[in-house]
């Protein structure tokens, strides 16, 4: 997908109303478009059997035109006459127009585009790449690129799967877009609509495969019936070159097959898959193949009958070799109790000590499935070292769209800058380049298969993800995935035009939230290298950083009053800097060599420790956090420039996350502070930390029908404690009188929006009623909730430019409903500017 310079007379007005749904597809009118473009009188496309991408391509152009250009064209599948868009495959092509020699260098899925001569040429090396040819044009188009060239694209890696955590009862396992498109009451769902606008979606961003269900696999997947919904899926499927693929429980044999073992070198059990994978391959002939999670946290694998993991995924192998199939086996294969006592017992060393002997045993068709990094789609992680220790084994990269440790689509993260610094970085395999991106592909070590696969999570949600910005993620990693040089910004600029047209300041403006939003959540989640420090036990949202150690789960930070950080040099700690090639295991084996953003995952270090900054490790933690929660604030502004710029329905909804986010960011930010200002005892240079000057704590307020109670953890609220209703059923009201100088304030107000209650709130200053809410954002936000006060469920509302008196009293009535007690934190009167 390349970036062009746009027309400036394009610029067009307020796109109506809009859902989502549409994605970058909208083919919304591109005014005078003709003018700039003599489009062909028909479009030829050279299939006209329904399921072949090529004569989805037809349609697809014939739709775009209709909506760039407000023009009908026929589409046929043959004709000489008159100009036209022709599409088809090399050999289509040939066998019509006679051979052409600018095809030559087409490999699988690549396409050749022209739009110098009479006609336009959209021809595939097979038929996916023509429809890939296709949206290539009608993209150019939406953006107001009528320019005459002729390109080839060919993919830089031949595996672009998404995976999808879909349940079989409809839930999403980290998902944030709402319930499962493809699964209803452990069913595959009898509506497949959806599936097949997802797979529209995803061949428009040249994806050819698709995990439909959670790796944490439920075997029911097999029964008869849902091998008939996985063939109803896989034939809506179909017409846009998307391959289904599925999840696969490794005792299957067993928990649904009634035999006694599911050891892989069992010849029941070998029988049993090879018949069970034939029954499928007969319903979905093209099905791309099997991804499996075995022996990780609590799956169950191979290793339980002492086979190697190379003895289970090749079981799956030989299955599906004779279909073409491919097996994507994870890499993510941990002991989830490992001894914390233990300096050098080290979660991230897992993938290499279970595969690295393994180099070479899998089958030519096995794929191993890496996760970016060593422990767990963090905010920062170095690169997994798996990536050049595997040389004679075909892997691939595990990217998360669906933001599970950042910010569950509440925060906005583009994560594309991410993705890159880990696809661009340089192993150093052999002291030769080798970059992550050239592993996966298979050229660097000269493997025939790789690539990558993108955990998404789209639910039935009209925004597929839950919020519209969130989709550039999902933009980011089709274009990525096809050729990872693409640039951040342009993948962004390009997705704008398409999603929110062609306003600049609407481009700019979305462009600087997104480029600020990664190192922003960074800096106020987990910096430093110390990983996202969030509630690994539970919702992985908000903070929790105490819940990092002290359990098996590996994710430690080894926090105590003095120091923090993992040691894994090989001199003194867990050896994990040992497990890089020998160039980048020096660099991280020394505190100097180390980046600092990577200083905590390969250092233990005194908080006291300076940074190349000339910074304390404390004193970055406390400035970051605030910077990176002062960056947050300035979203809702930038986003409120765009008001009459944006359609109100996406204005609205993209608003209410903003502000959710600046609340959001400052509950990170006081409670990680809190945190280690607690532990280490050292006290904030600036002195913001614990001191806040605008604040009135609900506890200190007068009670009626409202009590203290001690939240846990402590950090996550202001001052430790907040309020709650006596029970369930009583009004609550707490009031003060307010001590600060008259004037205009914001009033913010903290409280705790649980799940399993809607409990309302009233604010008023001396009986004047200043504003009213409900405690309703489960139904709003689409986040893993909390039934508990914790910094899952802290958030913050703000009453604007309230005029307020010295002395005038301050009420809050809250009203409990459910389990949701009408907790209150505290509230801020923000002179203008503030923000605390
Ligand atoms: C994380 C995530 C799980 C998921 C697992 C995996 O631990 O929290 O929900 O199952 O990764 O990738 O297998």
């Known amino acids: 997908m390349r970036f062009f310079s746009l027309l400036p007379a394009l610029l067009v007005g307020l796109a109506t109303a809009e859902d989502g749904s ?113 949206f290539e044009y009608l993209s150019r188009l939406a953006q107001g690129n009528f320019a005459s060239d002729s390109y080839l694209a060919n993919p830089h890696a031949p595996i672009r799967w998404t995976n999808e955590w879909d349940n079989m009862d409809g839930s999403i396992e980290r998902g944030y877009g709402g319930p499962s498109i493809f699964f209803q009451n452990g069913y595959v769902a009898d509506n497949v609509t959806r599936a097949a606008e997802y797979a529209r979606l995803l061949a428009s961003i040249r994806i050819n495969g698709i995990i439909i269900n959670n790796v944490n696999a439920n075997v029911t997947l097999l029964s008869a019936r849902n091998i008939e ?77 002492n086979r190697t993991l190379a003895d289970g995924a090749n079981m799956f192998a030989r299955a599906v070799k004779p279909h073409g199939g491919v097996i994507m086996f994870r890499a993510f294969v941990y002991d989830n109790h490992i001894n914390e006592s233990n300096w050098k017992n080290d979660r991230a060393n897992a993938a290499v000590e279970f595969f690295k002997d393994l180099d070479g045993k899998f089958d030519e068709n096995v794929v191993v499935q890496i996760k970016y990094g060593p422990i767990d789609f963090q905010v920062r992680e170095p690169a997994s070292p798996l990536f050049s220790t595997l040389r004679n084994t075909s892997t691939s990269i595990e990217l998360q769209v669906t933001p599970e440790y950042l910010g569950q689509n509440c925060h906005l993260v583009y994560l594309a800058p991410l993705w890159k610094e880990i696809l661009d970085f340089d192993t150093r395999a052999d002291n ?61 600029r390009e997705w704008i035009r398409l999603t929110f047209g062609f306003d600049e300041k609407v481009s700019d403006t979305i462009i600087e939230m997104s480029m600020k939003s990664w190192p922003a959540y960074e800096n106020y989640s987990g910096n430093l290298g110390i990983q996202t420090l969030t509630d690994i036990i539970y919702t992985h949202f908000g903070p929790n950083p105490a819940s990092q150690d002290g359990n098996g789960w590996g994710q430690w930070t080894r926090a105590d ?3 923090i950080g993992m040691d894994r040099t090989v001199k003194n700690g867990t050896g994990n800097a040992g497990q890089y090639s020998p160039e980048v295991a020096q660099r991280y084996e020394n505190i100097e060599t180390t980046p600092d953003n990577l200083l905590l995952w390969f250092h233990h270090v005194n908080y006291t420790q300076k940074l190349k900054s000339g910074k304390s490790v404390i004193q970055h933690f406390y400035d970051a956090h605030y910077e990176g929660a002062a960056t947050a604030q300035t979203f809702v502004s930038l986003w409120e420039s765009l008001k009459g710029k ?113 409990a309302s709130y009233e604010v008023s200053l001396n009986n004047r009623t200043i504003g009213a809410w409900r405690g309703d954002l489960e139904d709003k936000l689409g986040h893993a909730p909390s039934i508990y006060l914790d910094g899952h469920s802290a958030t913050r509302i703000t009453f604007k430019g309230v005029e307020v008196t010295k002395g005038d009293t301050l009420k809050i009535v809250g009203r409990p409903d459910g389990i949701e007690p009408a907790p209150i934190d505290y509230v801020s009167f923000l002179p203008p500017g503030v923000v605390d």
């Open 561 to 563: 009053k003095f120091s």
């Open 432 to 492: 030769k380049s080798s970059k992550v991106s050239n592993i996966i592909s298979g050229q660097r070590f000269k493997r025939p298969l790789g690539g990558s696969a993108g955990v998404v999570n789209v639910g039935t949600n009209t925004t597929w993800l839950g919020s519209h910005l969130a989709m550039s993620n999902l933009y980011a990693y089709g274009a990525l995935a096809w050729d990872p040089s693409a640039d951040s910004v342009d993948i962004l």
């Open 22 to 134: 549409q994605a970058w597809l909208r083919y919304a009118p591109v005014p005078n478009a003709n003018r700039y473009h003599s489009l062909p009188l028909s479009i030829v496309a050279l299939n006209s059997t329904k399921s072949s991408p090529v004569y989805t391509a037809g349609q697809e152009l014939q739709k775009g035109i209709k909506g760039i250009f407000q023009e009908q064209l026929n589409v046929n599948s043959a004709g000489k006459g008159s100009s036209s868009i022709i599409v088809g495959t090399i050999d289509a092509y040939s066998k019509a127009y006679g051979d052409c020699d600018e095809f030559k260098e087409l490999e699988d899925d690549g396409f050749y585009l022209s739009t110098e001569g009479r006609d336009v040429k959209i021809i595939g090396k097979n038929e996916r790449g023509a429809l890939y040819g296709a």
């Open 229 to 305: 919904g996985l063939g109803r899926l896989a034939d809506v499927m179909r017409p846009y070159g998307v391959q289904l693929g599925i999840s696969l429980n490794f005792s299957s044999p067993q928990s649904f097959g009634g035999l006694s073992s599911y050891d892989p070198l069992d010849p029941s059990v070998d029988a049993w898959w090879t018949n069970t994978t034939n029954t499928i391959y007969k319903r979905v002939p093209d099905m791309a193949g099997y991804l499996v999670k075995a022996n990780s946290e609590g799956q169950p694998g191979p290793l339980t009958y």
């Open 646 to 758: 944006v359609d109100e329905e996406r204005y609205n909804h993209i608003m209410f996350r903003q502000v959710f986010q600046a609340g959001h960011s400052l509950v990170w930010r006081d409670s990680i502070n809190q945190f280690y200002h607690n532990l280490s005892e050292i006290p904030d240079e600036a002195k913001r930390v614990g001191n806040h000057p605008y604040r009135i704590e609900a506890e200190k307020m007068s009670l009626d029908g409202y009590k203290t109670y001690a939240v846990n953890p402590f950090h996550t609220a202001s001052g430790y404690t907040a309020i709650v209703t006596t029970t369930n059923s009583t009004t609550g009201t707490a009031t003060t009188t307010v001590p600060f100088d008259s004037g205009a304030y914001d009033i913010a107000i903290n409280y705790y929006d649980l799940i399993g209650g809607k």
